[in-house]
T-cell receptor, first 113, second 109 residues
Framework: NAGVTQTPKFQVLKTGQSMTLQCAQDMNHEYMSWYRQDPGMGLRLIHY???????DQGEVPNGYNVSRSTTEDFPLRLLSAAPSQTSVYFC????????????FGDGTRLSIL | GQQVMQIPQYQHVQEGEDFTTYCNSSTTLSNIQWYKQRPGGHPVFLIQ?????EVKKQKRLTFQFGEAKKNSSLHITATQTTDVGTYFC?????????FGAGTILRVKS
């Protein structure tokens, strides 16, 4: 099992550009989520999904979109990148609900210039 | 919204010294989880506590969940250089997890 796979690992964007961060898991987990990690602020939930076709907002959803067309994939879209979105982004999954132990991907380090 | 406060933010210890990080919630938690993140890595699940007053051990690590299910601690006995990283607690509120800000542990050899 590869677990949770995120691509790309690193990305530099210019302000106003859009891009999609990819996340895939091969564990047949129903729950998937996206977090951003900033120094001194821990992991903050952006969006989550409890199953294919179902998504919901987390703590910091503004500027991001998600979709869940399959159980395996949960892409995160930045619509118009801003410097405040410079961060490390982690995708996570769990077999049950969102309060169960999470399996994290390796992360995407994103810089917005 | 729900918040989990974690202290200290940073701790620098001599190898062999003990280390403790604490988490606190203003409301009752359904569970508490602990994760470790090595520098440059991703968070890795360590353990989950569910019952009031629960204590679990993993070798030199001791995890406690408070009687009121509002606080938790992670204690490392006799730290080693392999213990360096950031330790996060995550509190369960309903179907969601809320992460603390983390404690960065540095170990001097």
């Amino acid at each position: 099992n590869a677990g949770v796979t995120q691509t790309p690992k690193f990305q530099v964007l210019k302000t106003g550009q859009s891009m999609t961060l990819q996340c895939a898991q091969d564990m047949n987990h129903e729950y998937m989520s996206w977090y951003r990690q900033d120094p001194g602020m821990g992991l903050r939930l952006i969006h989550y999904s409890v199953g294919a076709g179902i998504t919901d907002q987390g703590e910091v959803p503004n500027g991001y979109n998600v979709s869940r067309s399959t159980t395996e994939d949960f892409p995160l879209r930045l619509l118009s990148a801003a410097p405040s979105q410079t961060s490390v982004y982690f995708c996570a999954s769990s077999p049950g609900t969102g309060n169960q132990p999470q399996h994290f991907g390796d992360g995407t380090r994103l810089s917005i210039l | 919204g729900q918040q989990v406060m974690q202290i200290p933010q940073y701790q620098h210890v001599q190898e062999g010294e003990d280390f403790t990080t604490y988490c606190n919630s203003s409301t009752t938690l359904s569970n508490i989880q602990w994760y470790k993140q090595r520098p440059g890595g991703h968070p890795v699940f360590l353990i989950q506590l569910v019952k009031s007053g629960e204590v679990k051990k993993q070798k030199r690590l001791t995890f406690q969940f408070g009687e009121a299910k509002k606080n938790s601690s992670l204690h490392i006995t006799a730290t080693q250089t392999t213990d360096v990283g950031t330790y996060f607690c995550a509190g369960g509120y309903g179907n969601k997890l809320v992460f603390g800000a983390g404690t960065i542990l540095r170990v001097k050899s």
